[in-house]
Nanobody
Framework: QVQLVESGGGLVQPGGSLRLSCAAS????????MAWYRQAPGKQRDLVAT???????DYTDSVKGRFTISRDNAKNTVYLQMNNLKPEDTAVYYC?????????????WGQGTQVTVSS
């Protein structure tokens, strides 16, 4: 069974930094695009950043210049480095990956990790 496990969330002051990690485990053949989403209380889940298998990245405008998405294909892991955090970045962050396994190509979600930016 394929699973995505996130880590690295927590409480940080405005202007601080956090690094999120998301590792895929289980039996699968290939991981294609990976992404980070976030969901603030009472709001929909929004896309934050994406990265292709080859390393092409894209970001939502509100995090450009502050967040960096990266991946280590050998470790089946995607990262989100978050710098200069703002209170409006407070949300549950979810990783997402397009993974090919025995059932075929599917999107998988992590369980979410809380990021709180507050003084």
């Amino acid at each position: 069974q394929v699973q995505l496990v996130e880590s690295g969330g927590g409480l940080v002051q405005p202007g601080g930094s956090l690094r999120l990690s998301c590792a895929a485990s289980g039996i699968f053949f290939n991981i294609n695009a990976m992404a980070w989403y976030r969901q603030a209380p009472g709001k929909q889940r929004d896309l934050v950043a994406t990265i292709s298998r080859g390393g092409t990245t894209d970001y939502t405008d509100s995090v450009k210049g502050r967040f960096t998405i990266s991946r280590d294909n050998a470790k089946n892991t995607v990262y989100l480095q978050m710098n200069n955090l703002k209170p409006e970045d407070t949300a549950v962050y979810y990783c997402n990956a397009d993974i090919t396994s025995v059932p075929g190509l599917r999107k998988y979600w992590g369980q979410g990790t809380q990021v709180t930016v507050s003084s």
